[in-house]
């Protein structure tokens, strides 16, 4: 970030146009999750990083926020910049009254260039948003990063911000993807500033992002028809759980799959066949061997699947030449014995939760990241290891963490949407990395929809909530414009 704002200064930028650009992205982003303009209580401090609250909050004044603005420092101690955003805020005061009754808070007390530990009055000012946060359910936007983390490696004094939401500036800084940071940091959203080119093209990490993942989705042609979106067969269910595999395949369906077909054991046959959405075509299992001769673009293999038949399930992920979604049981019967993974004869997506991944891949005292590179380097396969913060691996490729999502997916099923998602856009000609990204961005994203814009909560949040909104969702990505 520093390298990038000395080649744009260089080029004649100024650091107010940088601040104005990062001022728009800020306000675009609180709108984006709260829609109805309601209280914002807007903390700054006397660096640009406070200027940069400051301009937001003068842009949210015009679009309807009742502003309440909290210096921590005296205003002639701000610096030239946040001096000159304040005085344009005080001369355009809207009498606009809030049609929203959400209480939210910016963080603007310090930027990039302060590391822990805090000190006064900054620490008062930040036991003061933890405050509202847990007191008056304010969700709190923190500008660039909390105030009080550590932007090189995520250390965070006692008393840092708790954000709900971090708006970071350009680029994601590197102590934001840190395991410890997490729940401090919250929602990771990125403000790219046109004037701010990346001085290195060639980063080992990166943050998906609406605009990075836009171009995966091309607009379908007007002949297009169904052979051409894939075909996508689904290796699920068992008795007692018959729910995951009829996710999995709304999953598929809502991700734009041209055919669907459900192979189940015969025993749950009548019982998924007559609770399957219409679309899905239900099949009996006879063979497993059988199932290789079937015409299948892509296969998901996994949700609700059990433990029985484990090598004929372990024989079929080695030999199957189409690319593979696993998943769920899946991945408990793949732990069992690794090597099939090894000598499988197409692409396989693996798709394991932390405890899946354990099991999968013993590893202790390492970060999710190094996890996720040592699997990758030792395997051919692609990695989505799920969590608060997503992550995607596969050897050569950068790591790719997925910032969208929330509490409210921390529930059975949610992962059976995803399977049946990406496999729908390997379907459709994406590669096993990019589909994961890919899909992980949707159904993060369709979660946030669902609460942010559908009224549901954290707590009520359901699978189905996902495959309700991801239309929106795509939608919000540029799919449909």
Same mark, same amino acid.
């Given at each position: 970030m520093r390298a990038a704002e000395e080649a744009a200064f260089a080029r004649g930028i100024t650091a107010e146009a940088l601040m104005d650009e990062a001022a728009a992205g800020i306000a675009q982003t609180v709108a984006r999750f709260f829609p109805q303009p309601g209280r914002c209580v807007v903390w700054a401090g006397k660096g640009n990083n406070g200027g940069d609250a400051l301009a937001a909050a003068a842009i949210l004044q015009t679009r309807g926020w009742e502003i309440e603005l909290r210096l921590a420092f005296p205003e002639e101690e701000l610096g030239a910049l946040p001096r000159k955003k304040l005085s344009v805020f005080h001369s355009g005061r809207s009498n606009t009254v809030p049609r929203g009754s959400t209480t939210v808070v910016l963080d603007g007390l310090l930027g990039l260039g302060a590391n822990p530990p805090l000190r006064e009055p900054i620490r008062s000012a930040c036991r003061e948003i933890n405050r509202l946060r847990c007191e008056e359910n304010a969700y709190v936007f923190a500008i660039d990063?909390? !105030?009080?983390?550590?932007?090189?490696?995520?250390?965070?004094?006692?008393?840092?911000?708790?954000?709900?939401?971090?708006?970071?500036?350009?680029?994601?800084?590197?102590?934001?993807?840190?395991?410890?940071?997490?729940?401090? &940091?919250?929602?990771?959203?990125?403000?790219?500033?046109?004037?701010?080119?990346?001085?290195?093209? !060639?980063?080992?990490?990166? &943050?998906? !992002?609406?605009e990075s993942l836009r171009p995966l989705l091309r607009r379908r042609p007007f002949g297009t028809y169904k052979n051409q979106c894939g075909r996508v067969g689904i290796l699920a269910g068992s008795k007692g759980f018959t729910g995951a595999s009829l996710l999995c395949s709304l999953g598929a369906l809502r991700a734009g799959a041209g055919l669907v077909e459900l192979f189940v054991p015969e025993v749950i046959?009548?019982?998924?066949? !007559?609770?399957?959405?219409?679309?899905?075509?239900?099949?009996?299992?006879?063979?497993?061997?059988?199932?290789?001769?079937?015409?299948?673009? &892509?296969?998901? &293999?996994?949700?609700?699947?059990?433990?029985?038949?484990a090598e004929k399930i372990l024989e079929f992920i080695s030999t199957i030449t189409q690319p593979m979604v696993i998943d769920a049981d899946g991945l408990n019967i793949l732990a069992e014995q690794m090597p099939p993974l090894e000598n499988s004869r197409g692409p396989r997506l693996l798709t394991p939760h932390p405890g899946e991944m354990k099991r999968l891949f013993p590893r202790a005292g390492i970060s999710r990241a190094q996890h996720a590179r040592e699997f990758c380097a030792q395997y051919g396969a692609t990695l989505l290891l799920k969590g608060s913060r997503t992550v995607v691996a596969e050897r050569d490729q950068p790591l790719s963490y997925n910032p969208t999502g929330n509490p409210g997916m921390a529930t059975g099923g949610m992962g059976d949407v995803l399977t049946g998602v990406c496999a729908a856009l390997i379907a459709q000609r994406l590669l096993p990395y990019d589909a994961a990204r890919l899909g992980a961005w949707l159904c993060g994203r369709a979660a946030e929809i669902a609460i942010f814009v559908g009224g549901e909560t954290e707590q009520s949040l359901l699978p189905s909530d996902l495959l309700a909104h991801l239309g929106a969702a795509f939608r919000d990505l540029g799919d449909s414009r």
């Amino acid at each position: 970030m520093r390298a990038a704002e000395e080649a744009a200064f260089a080029r004649g930028i100024t650091a107010e146009a940088l601040m104005d650009e990062a001022a728009a992205g800020i306000a675009q982003t609180v709108a984006r999750f709260f829609p109805q303009p309601g209280r914002c209580v807007v903390w700054a401090g006397k660096g640009n990083n406070g200027g940069d609250a400051l301009a937001a909050a003068a842009i949210l004044q015009t679009r309807g926020w009742e502003i309440e603005l909290r210096l921590a420092f005296p205003e002639e101690e701000l610096g030239a910049l946040p001096r000159k955003k304040l005085s344009v805020f005080h001369s355009g005061r809207s009498n606009t009254v809030p049609r929203g009754s959400t209480t939210v808070v910016l963080d603007g007390l310090l930027g990039l260039g302060a590391n822990p530990p805090l000190r006064e009055p900054i620490r008062s000012a930040c036991r003061e948003i933890n405050r509202l946060r847990c007191e008056e359910n304010a969700y709190v936007f923190a500008i660039d990063l909390p !105030s009080g983390l550590d932007g090189e490696n995520g250390a965070a004094d006692r008393d840092c911000v708790v954000a709900d939401f971090t708006i970071t500036i350009g680029f994601a800084k590197q102590g934001l993807l840190a395991d410890q940071a997490l729940d401090r &940091v919250g929602r990771i959203e990125i403000v790219t500033l046109p004037d701010l080119a990346p001085p290195d093209e !060639s980063a080992t990490a990166t &943050v998906a !992002s609406a605009e990075s993942l836009r171009p995966l989705l091309r607009r379908r042609p007007f002949g297009t028809y169904k052979n051409q979106c894939g075909r996508v067969g689904i290796l699920a269910g068992s008795k007692g759980f018959t729910g995951a595999s009829l996710l999995c395949s709304l999953g598929a369906l809502r991700a734009g799959a041209g055919l669907v077909e459900l192979f189940v054991p015969e025993v749950i046959y009548q019982i998924v066949a !007559s609770a399957a959405p219409p679309e899905v075509m239900v099949k009996s299992i006879n063979s497993y061997h059988a199932l290789g001769e079937e015409s299948i673009d &892509v296969w998901a &293999v996994g949700p609700g699947l059990g433990s029985g038949h484990a090598e004929k399930i372990l024989e079929f992920i080695s030999t199957i030449t189409q690319p593979m979604v696993i998943d769920a049981d899946g991945l408990n019967i793949l732990a069992e014995q690794m090597p099939p993974l090894e000598n499988s004869r197409g692409p396989r997506l693996l798709t394991p939760h932390p405890g899946e991944m354990k099991r999968l891949f013993p590893r202790a005292g390492i970060s999710r990241a190094q996890h996720a590179r040592e699997f990758c380097a030792q395997y051919g396969a692609t990695l989505l290891l799920k969590g608060s913060r997503t992550v995607v691996a596969e050897r050569d490729q950068p790591l790719s963490y997925n910032p969208t999502g929330n509490p409210g997916m921390a529930t059975g099923g949610m992962g059976d949407v995803l399977t049946g998602v990406c496999a729908a856009l390997i379907a459709q000609r994406l590669l096993p990395y990019d589909a994961a990204r890919l899909g992980a961005w949707l159904c993060g994203r369709a979660a946030e929809i669902a609460i942010f814009v559908g009224g549901e909560t954290e707590q009520s949040l359901l699978p189905s909530d996902l495959l309700a909104h991801l239309g929106a969702a795509f939608r919000d990505l540029g799919d449909s414009r």
